[in-house]
């Protein structure tokens, strides 16, 4: 049961109450005293009254002062002057006209009750200190309910301006998220991005210079042509940083672009062979992005760590998962050395580890029985919501 129907439950119980308390009154209240149906119909208005004071609080004050007036001017109705029980029904609706009403209309309710039924006992024959009895008497309800009316504003009050709080405080954690981000991506650009621009230019102006259809000028082009893909790939992650550019300069990496990046490879000499099945279309996208660069770090690793060896990548999309598996022979004893320190360690496994493990897969590397390599991965397709498929990867990083 909501809040709104407790109050209203209570109003009839109340109601209910006082009702019952003015029939014994009229019927046992002293000498005199009989029920009667003027008795009983007075008594039910006074019940109702309190029950109207839930929705009506002016109409209900209003009742139960016409109903204490009828009561006093018909002396055959049984009823003392004015009942115990429509004074305490006065009160109670007093005090709630002050809680629910604006301060004007509260004013009347009590200017009402204070003057109307006072003013028919003195025309009865009462003494006028009756006006003083009800005005004192009614009083502490009216000032009780403006009281509890006030703190019920304040409350609101607070609670909108907690709330208006709430919301600038998020604002300003936004803005603030918004400028990291602005800041992250300004030096990711100026430290990296531009970094690389200088050296594709500078590859560029050798190439120009060796002998068209060279080695060395297919070598340097190729690079170049690299240089200008790592640029496109790191401004389109700079604009997905900054949260507000379109990062559309590269395509996003996925199981469609392995064909491309196979043969990007095989343009450098290595012996390599895809093997593809299943439906790759099927694929989220995060998972289809993190099968990527397992192929991608298994390639960069055949390349620097076994030269000249045949490689081959599987990808088989299976019901539920992907498994991606990239085979390397023995290193060619006579191949040209890699360029670097090859028992230099990278963090390419590492971030692979991670970037499986958070899609809930398993990643496996290490030497197989003729003397070569394997890299595997098992993807899950069910992706935990908390993965986001549109956040920007890094590209491989040799181990």
Not at 40 to 54: D, F, I, Q, Y
Not at 188 to 194: F, G
Not at 275 to 292: C, F, L, M, Q
Not at 301 to 318: E, S, T, Y
Request: proline share 7%; with cysteine.
């Amino acid at each position: 049961m909501d809040s709104t129907a407790r109050r209203t439950a209570a109003y009839l119980v109340v109601a209910t109450v006082v009702a019952i308390a003015a029939l014994l009154e009229a019927g046992y209240g002293g000498p005199g005293a009989a029920l009667s149906p003027v008795t009983v119909l007075a008594a039910l208005l006074t019940g109702v009254s309190v029950a109207l004071g839930r929705w009506f609080p002016l109409v209900g004050v209003v009742l139960l002062n016409a109903t204490m007036v009828a009561s006093q001017l018909i002396s055959s109705s049984g009823l003392p002057m004015v009942g115990g029980a429509q004074l305490i029904a006065c009160v109670l609706l007093v005090g709630n006209a002050a809680y629910l009403l604006p301060r004007v209309p509260a004013l009347v309710a009590y200017g009402v009750s204070a003057v109307v039924p006072p003013l028919c006992l003195v025309i009865e024959g009462e003494s006028v200190w009756e006006f003083v009895f009800f005005a004192l008497i009614l009083a502490p309800a009216w000032a009780v309910g403006v009281l509890l009316r006030r703190e019920q504003l304040r409350s609101a009050e607070l609670a909108a301006l907690a709330a208006e709080l709430h919301a600038e405080r998020e604002k300003q954690a936004e803005v603030a998220v918004a400028e990291e981000r602005t800041r992250i991506s300004r030096e990711l650009h100026d430290a990296v991005a531009h970094t690389v621009s200088v050296m594709t230019l500078q590859v560029g102006v050798v190439r120009r210079r060796q002998e068209p259809g060279s080695v060395e000028e297919e070598t340097l082009l190729r690079a170049e042509g690299l240089g200008r893909q790592a640029v496109d790939e790191l401004r389109r992650i700079v604009g997905i940083v900054r949260l507000g550019e379109s990062a559309t300069l590269a395509p996003v990496p996925s199981l469609d672009l392995l064909p491309d990046l196979v043969e990007e490879v095989r343009r450098t000499g290595a012996v390599i062979e895809l093997e593809t099945s299943g439906d790759a279309s099927t694929v989220p996208r995060a998972v289809a992005i993190s099968a990527y660069r397992v192929a991608q770090e298994g390639l960069t690793n055949a390349l620097r760590h076994a030269p000249g060896a045949p490689v081959v990548v599987r990808v088989d999309v299976r019901p539920g998962e992907v498994r991606v598996t990239v085979d390397n022979a023995a290193p060619d004893q006579h191949a040209e050395a890699p360029v670097g320190d090859p028992a230099h360690g990278g963090h390419g496994l590492a971030g692979l580890r991670e970037r499986v493990s958070v899609l809930g897969g398993d990643l496996v590397a290490g030497p197989t029985p003729d003397g070569g390599h394997r890299l595997a991965a098992t993807l899950p397709t069910a992706v935990p919501a908390s993965v986001s498929t549109t956040a920007p990867t890094a590209g491989a990083v040799p181990r």
